[in-house]
């Protein structure tokens, strides 16, 4: 059973930064397409980062290039998301996400889904 646990969201300053974690379970760490996205009160749902182990294929939304690092720790199967220069924009609910394999163009389509974790980022 797939299983996608997310934790270190929270309350940030605009400027701030927050280091999202993804614990996964249950498949092929290195051969899925494993990311972020997010969706916020009223708006559309937001594929943010992606990125598959075996041949470190990564993607990025325009809207977090720059600030967003996406990185894996094969050894704790965990994904991070390092989030820099954090705007009022990003609040929103994040989710990892996890897919059998890389989706053209974006990688992760969310074949599975965490639980969430809130970010929220003050102005």
């Known amino acids: 059973e797939v299983q996608l646990v997310e934790s270190g969201g929270g309350l940030v300053q605009t400027g701030g930064s927050l280091r999202l974690s993804c614990a996964a379970s249950g498949f092929s760490f290195v051969d899925y397409a494993i990311g972020w996205s997010r969706q916020a009160p009223g708006k559309e749902r937001e594929r943010v980062s992606c990125?598959?182990?075996?041949?470190?294929?990564?993607y990025y939304a325009d809207s977090v290039k720059g600030r967003f690092t996406i990185s894996t720790d094969k050894a704790k199967r965990t994904v991070y998301l390092q989030m820099n220069s954090l705007k009022p924009e990003d609040t929103a609910v994040y989710y990892c996400?996890?897919?059998?394999?890389?989706?053209?163009?974006?990688?992760?389509?969310?074949?599975?889904w965490g639980q969430g974790t809130q970010v929220t980022v003050s102005s």
């Open positions: 990125i598959r182990s075996s041949d470190d294929s990564i």
């Open positions: 996400t996890a897919d059998p394999y890389w989706r053209s163009r974006v990688g992760c389509m969310g074949d599975h």
